[in-house]
């Protein structure tokens, strides 16, 4: 965990990870805070970043221009490339929708929505502020396309929860095989979002605001 020191309160009052001397100063006195980006950790992956484009629920890019990067904390993306690893066994893949958010898009989106059931409340931070949570899917490694979830990315009704069972067999069987393998490698599920995972013990890992840009340049 960082000191106070390295912190700087954030005007809705919870302390954020803003500057690189503070990230490298955890990191070299804990290796698993650091972010690893995905497609470096696990080539294979595949990217739809929702948040650097329109097609997402605000209908507005969140994330600088072009971005084509994302991150986890060390844990997390070791764990994710051995969800990836047993779903290419099967002919299968991970699709990344999100992951590593800054806080100040964090904000954004409260700013914009103010409501808990959809976005994270900046006096709290969230899981993608951590670098600890993703929004992900499966594709079917020969054509490329998603399987069938039942809803799309982001979408806020019922029928995105976990315990929704009013859908065909094959979305379900579908949805079961995300959740399993994503269970069996260490995540938790999100009870509304079917494609929200995270990675636990979320306390020992800081809110961060640390760019896209930035985290590129340490990560090399």
Not at 22 to 51: F, G, H, W
Request: aromatic share 12%; with cysteine; net charge positive.
């Amino acid at each position: 965990m960082a000191q106070n020191q390295d912190l700087k309160k954030s005007s809705y009052g919870v302390p954020v990870l803003e500057s690189v001397s503070a990230y490298k100063k955890i990191c070299k006195t804990d290796s698993n805070q650091q972010m690893k980006e995905l497609k470096a950790k696990i080539p294979s992956i595949v990217y739809d970043l929702r948040y650097a484009v329109k097609d997402n629920f605000v209908k507005q890019p969140l994330y600088p221009r072009l971005t084509s990067v994302t991150f986890l904390r060390l844990p997390a993306a070791n764990a994710l490339a051995n969800v990836q690893k047993e779903l290419l066994e099967k002919g299968l893949g991970l699709k990344i929708f999100d992951a590593y958010r800054p806080y100040s898009v964090t904000v954004k989106f409260w700013e914009l929505i103010k409501d808990e059931r959809y976005v994270a409340n900046p006096s709290k931070g969230s899981g993608h502020n951590r670098g600890l949570a993703v929004d992900l899917t499966i594709i079917d490694l020969k054509t490329g396309k998603e399987l069938d979830m039942g809803t799309g990315f982001d979408n806020f009704t019922d029928t995105a929860h976990h315990t929704f069972t009013a859908l065909p067999e094959t979305v379900l069987n579908n949805r079961k095989l995300l959740k399993e393998v994503m269970l069996k490698y260490g995540f938790k599920l999100f009870e509304t979002e079917w494609w929200h995972y995270s990675w636990p013990n979320d306390r020992n890992y800081e809110v961060m605001n640390l760019s896209f840009e930035k985290l590129s340049r340490l990560s090399n």
